[in-house]
């Protein structure tokens, strides 16, 4: 057995949260060389690396995936992932044809909501062992609180995850980040009205706080002091020293693909580049029109993700008898759309790349 001592150097997971407006995206936007995934579409003022807003999780994976298979980026920033919970519970209600998350009764869906968001989770780890730091970006919330051992309840802020599928997604988070900031006004004092009644807070520097408090969740393990201000000079040191990648393999959806060519840093790619390989790629099939504007968003942005043709697509599914080959994509069924070729979008993706390198038989 080898035996490892000393400190690990490698890249970092990251959770920053805190209220609207405060400044959680302008901190990740300094971090290594960042590219966005901006799920709420809230980074269009910034002057950033983006991906496209994902229209559905499986987009999401894919470009999370691209990242990963790139390499060209230094931290990849998920804007919010309250938002992105979002799109796993469109994903898991469409995967088992229910209508909302309550439809499946006796808390079966936030189970399954978990369980999914877990897989992203250690789908992340891995693009943090390739050596690319990983910021969640996520909005805060006030919740009630008590303590099994003290007398009454007190307010406290925590991440904004689902109201009930937080119990579950929320600490998933938490113990999954190396490092969890909560960023927010920090009030100097309260003054009252000469009657003493009403209350007015004085200050509002923007703070971040690293470790825990009653009042928050926040934990590091660099020694970062309890409170400082919003400045990233104050964490500089921890994410710009070396992240070396420990040897991962590719990810299983592009395995066999070609890595794509890195788009430029500046200006900030417009979209997100094929990754199947140069000479299987079939005809562009660019935004602009070629696809039917009909064609459900979710599923037209995974089509021009890898530009998977409409004639591929119907062959596929008539491959599987769900249609005949003829069938136009708009006459789909919305459930099957959803929770068939959105949410099982690898599967569809292998059939197609299956039917391209197929020889024809003379």
Same mark, same amino acid.
């Given at each position: 057995?080898?035996?490892?001592?000393?400190?690990?150097?490698?890249?970092?997971?990251?959770?920053?949260?805190?209220?609207?407006?405060?400044?959680?995206?302008?901190?990740?936007?300094?971090?290594?060389?960042?590219?966005?995934?901006?799920?709420?579409?809230?980074?269009?003022?910034?002057?950033?690396?983006?991906?496209?807003?994902?229209?559905?999780?499986?987009?999401?994976?894919?470009?999370?995936?691209?990242?990963?298979?790139?390499?060209?980026?230094?931290?990849?920033?998920?804007?919010?992932?309250?938002?992105?919970?979002?799109?796993?519970?469109?994903?898991?209600?469409?995967?088992?044809?229910?209508?909302?998350?309550?439809?499946?009764?006796?808390?079966?869906?936030?189970?399954?909501?978990?369980?999914?968001?877990?897989?992203?989770?250690?789908?992340?780890?891995?693009?943090?062992?390739?050596?690319?730091?990983?910021?969640?970006?996520?909005?805060?919330?006030?919740?009630?609180?008590?303590?099994?051992?003290?007398?009454?309840?007190?307010?406290?802020?925590?991440?904004?995850?689902?109201?009930?599928?937080?119990?579950?997604?929320?600490?998933?988070?938490?113990?999954?980040?190396?490092?969890?900031?909560?960023?927010?006004?920090?009030?100097?004092?309260?003054?009252?009205?000469?009657?003493?009644?009403?209350?007015?807070?004085?200050?509002?520097?923007?703070?971040?706080?690293?470790?825990?408090?009653?009042?928050?969740?926040?934990?590091?393990?660099?020694?970062?002091?309890?409170?400082? %201000?919003?400045?990233?000079?104050?964490?500089?040191?921890?994410?710009?020293? @070396?992240?070396? !990648?420990? $040897? +991962?393999?590719? =990810? *299983?959806?592009?395995?066999?693909?070609?890595? %794509?060519?890195?788009?430029?840093?500046?200006?900030?790619?417009?979209?997100? @580049?094929?990754? !199947?390989? $140069? +000479?299987?790629? =079939? *005809?562009?099939?660019?935004?602009?029109?070629?696809?039917?504007?009909?064609?459900?968003?979710?599923?037209?942005?995974?089509?021009?993700?890898?530009?998977?043709?409409?004639?591929?697509?119907?062959?596929?599914?008539?491959?599987?008898?769900?249609?005949?080959?003829?069938?136009?994509?708009?006459?789909?069924?919305?459930?099957?759309?959803?929770?068939?070729?959105?949410?099982?979008?690898?599967?569809?993706?292998?059939?197609?790349?299956?039917?391209?390198?197929?020889?024809?038989?003379?």
């Amino acid at each position: 057995m080898q035996v490892i001592t000393g400190k690990v150097q490698k890249a970092k997971k990251v959770v920053i949260y805190g209220p609207e407006g405060v400044g959680k995206s302008s901190l990740a936007a300094q971090f290594p060389r960042p590219i966005f995934i901006d799920t709420e579409g809230s980074t269009t003022e910034m002057d950033v690396a983006r991906l496209p807003k994902p229209s559905s999780w499986e987009m999401l994976k894919q470009q999370v995936k691209w990242v990963w298979q790139g390499g060209q980026y230094g931290t990849l920033i998920i804007d919010t992932i309250d938002w992105a919970e979002m799109l796993c519970v469109e994903s898991v209600c469409s995967t088992h044809a229910k209508n909302g998350i309550e439809d499946f009764g006796y808390g079966k869906g936030y189970i399954f909501v978990s369980e999914e968001l877990g897989r992203m989770l250690n789908l992340l780890s891995d693009v943090v062992d390739a050596g690319i730091h990983v910021v969640l970006i996520a909005h805060a919330q006030i919740v009630k609180f008590e303590q099994p051992d003290e007398m009454g309840a007190y307010d406290r802020y925590q991440l904004k995850l689902g109201q009930k599928t937080a119990s579950r997604t929320a600490p998933l988070v938490k113990e999954w980040a190396d490092m969890v900031l909560f960023i927010n006004y920090k009030t100097f004092s309260v003054s009252t009205d000469k009657e003493g009644k009403k209350n007015k807070a004085q200050g509002g520097v923007r703070t971040v706080y690293a470790t825990h408090h009653p009042a928050w969740d926040a934990k590091n393990r660099h020694g970062l002091p309890d409170e400082f %201000p919003l400045d990233y000079g104050y964490i500089a040191h921890i994410f710009n020293g @070396p992240a070396p !990648a420990a $040897p +991962a393999a590719a =990810p *299983p959806a592009v395995q066999q693909q070609a890595a %794509p060519t890195a788009p430029p840093v500046s200006p900030p790619p417009q979209s997100l @580049p094929s990754i !199947a390989p $140069p +000479a299987q790629q =079939p *005809p562009q099939a660019s935004a602009g029109g070629e696809l039917n504007p009909a064609i459900p968003k979710s599923l037209r942005d995974l089509m021009i993700l890898h530009q998977v043709t409409e004639a591929e697509l119907q062959q596929a599914v008539f491959q599987r008898n769900y249609y005949p080959v003829d069938t136009p994509i708009t006459n789909y069924d919305p459930g099957f759309i959803e929770g068939v070729l959105v949410a099982a979008w690898s599967t569809v993706l292998a059939i197609v790349q299956s039917n391209r390198n197929a020889v024809p038989f003379n």
